[in-house]
């Protein structure tokens, strides 16, 4: 493999990014070239969102290629391009060969969610101490523990185990919160998503982890449960109101996630007709909301 590296400003990195996999690149990313000095700027959307930008001020564009003259060629073509004005070629190399399965796995660790509750990738022994453990490897669906979000919700279902209740898991991803429910005890568990792609990953994970569970799109959801769990974003959980609470049993709890701090009073605002919500749990910016209904 080759790779060939540009530094492009902001505005032209999506047409050279376009330009690149048109000249049959495999891949291409986009790095802040000033990372990891005082230059370096932060770039980052909501889970789920695109990033408010196409790239950094100064930004490094990554093409990777089979054969060193591919890499050489599209360099050759671009050159004169109207839209490479202001860009330069900085580099064309061989890539070292490495163990991209181990590297990718490296980055990613057992999660303590309780000292005795972790997420535990597959090729990890999980650590002593533990008691529960959700299996779960990296996947393309959201939900491996690793963001604050979703920390929030095992951890409230670990201080209130779902023991022998039904339970929904509103905008399921991988399935985390499902599995996690089912693990505390729930009696049935009902996941649902508009993504049938993360209906397939909660099946998958939820067999991976010997617990039964029904996945589906959400009109699987139905009646009322002891336990309404949804981590989405403020915007459709403001929109899901009449609908999540309606599926919450008299005297059932109803969690909220993927909340910004300062969405606290439009979010206690939308669900004022059907509950109180409260926050109750913070971590880096993102609360935790929740009513008994
Ligand atoms: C932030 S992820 C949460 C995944 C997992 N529950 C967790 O806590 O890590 C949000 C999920 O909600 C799904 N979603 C977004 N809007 C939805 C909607 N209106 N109805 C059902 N699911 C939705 C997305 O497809 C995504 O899988």
Same mark, same amino acid.
Not at 68 to 73: H, L, P, W
Not at 122 to 127: A, D, I, M, Q, T
Not at 176 to 198: N, R, Y
Not at 211 to 224: E, F, I, K, S, Y
């Given at each position: 493999?080759?790779?060939?590296?540009?530094?492009?400003?902001?505005?032209?990195?999506?047409?050279?990014?376009?330009?690149?996999?048109?000249?049959?690149?495999?891949?291409?990313?986009?790095?802040?070239?000033?990372? !990891?000095?005082?230059?370096?700027?932060?770039?980052?959307?909501?889970?789920?969102?695109?990033?408010?930008?196409?790239?950094?001020?100064?930004?490094?564009?990554?093409?990777?290629?089979?054969?060193?003259?591919?890499?050489?060629?599209?360099?050759?073509?671009?050159?004169?391009?109207?839209?490479?004005?202001?860009?330069?070629?900085?580099?064309?190399?061989?890539?070292?060969?490495?163990?991209?399965?181990?590297?990718?796995?490296?980055?990613?660790?057992?999660?303590?969610?309780?000292?005795?509750?972790?997420?535990?990738?597959?090729?990890?022994?999980?650590?002593?101490?533990?008691?529960?453990?959700?299996?779960?490897?990296?996947?393309?669906?959201?939900?491996?523990?690793?963001?604050?979000?979703?920390?929030?919700?095992?951890?409230?279902?670990?201080?209130?185990?779902?023991?022998?209740?039904?339970?929904?898991?509103?905008?399921?991803?991988?399935?985390?919160?499902?599995?996690?429910?089912?693990?505390?005890?729930?009696?049935?568990?009902?996941?649902?998503?508009?993504?049938?792609?993360?209906?397939?990953?909660? !099946?998958?994970?939820?067999?991976?982890?010997?617990?039964?569970?029904?996945?589906?799109?959400?009109?699987?959801?139905?009646?009322?449960?002891?336990?309404?769990?949804?981590?989405?974003?403020?915007?459709?959980?403001?929109?899901?109101?009449?609908?999540?609470?309606?599926?919450?049993?008299?005297?059932?709890?109803?969690?909220?996630?993927?909340?910004?701090?300062?969405?606290?009073?439009?979010?206690?605002?939308?669900?004022?007709?059907?509950?109180?919500?409260?926050?109750?749990?913070?971590?880096?910016?993102?609360?935790?909301?929740?009513?008994?209904?």
């Amino acid at each position: 493999m080759f790779e060939l590296r540009l530094l492009c400003p902001e505005e032209r990195v999506e047409a050279v990014g376009d330009a690149l996999e048109a000249l049959d690149a495999l891949s291409v990313s986009v790095e802040d070239a000033d990372a !990891q000095t005082s230059a370096e700027q932060a770039l980052f959307g909501e889970p789920g969102m695109p990033p408010p930008k196409e790239g950094w001020q100064r930004s490094l564009v990554i093409a990777l290629f089979h054969e060193e003259a591919q890499a050489g060629e599209a360099a050759q073509l671009l050159a004169p391009q109207d839209f490479f004005a202001d860009c330069r070629i900085v580099g064309l190399q061989a890539v070292p060969e490495q163990d991209w399965v181990r590297l990718t796995q490296s980055q990613f660790e057992p999660v303590q969610i309780t000292p005795a509750f972790w997420i535990v990738p597959s090729w990890h022994e999980p650590p002593a101490g533990a008691q529960q453990v959700i299996r779960l490897d990296p996947g393309l669906a959201f939900g491996t523990g690793t963001h604050p979000t979703t920390r929030m919700c095992l951890r409230w279902i670990a201080a209130h185990p779902p023991q022998g209740g039904r339970v929904l898991d509103y905008g399921c991803g991988s399935g985390i919160l499902a599995i996690g429910a089912a693990k505390h005890g729930a009696a049935s568990v009902d996941a649902v998503d508009i993504d049938e792609a993360a209906v397939r990953s909660t !099946q998958a994970n939820a067999e991976a982890n010997g617990v039964q569970l029904t996945a589906g799109l959400p009109d699987r959801a139905h009646g009322r449960y002891d336990t309404v769990l949804a981590n989405i974003l403020a915007t459709p959980l403001k929109v899901l109101a009449p609908l999540l609470t309606a599926h919450v049993a008299p005297g059932g709890a109803l969690v909220l996630a993927g909340i910004l701090a300062r969405q606290a009073g439009e979010l206690k605002e939308a669900y004022a007709p059907y509950c109180q919500l409260e926050v109750s749990d913070e971590e880096d910016g993102w609360i935790l909301m929740t009513a008994k209904l």
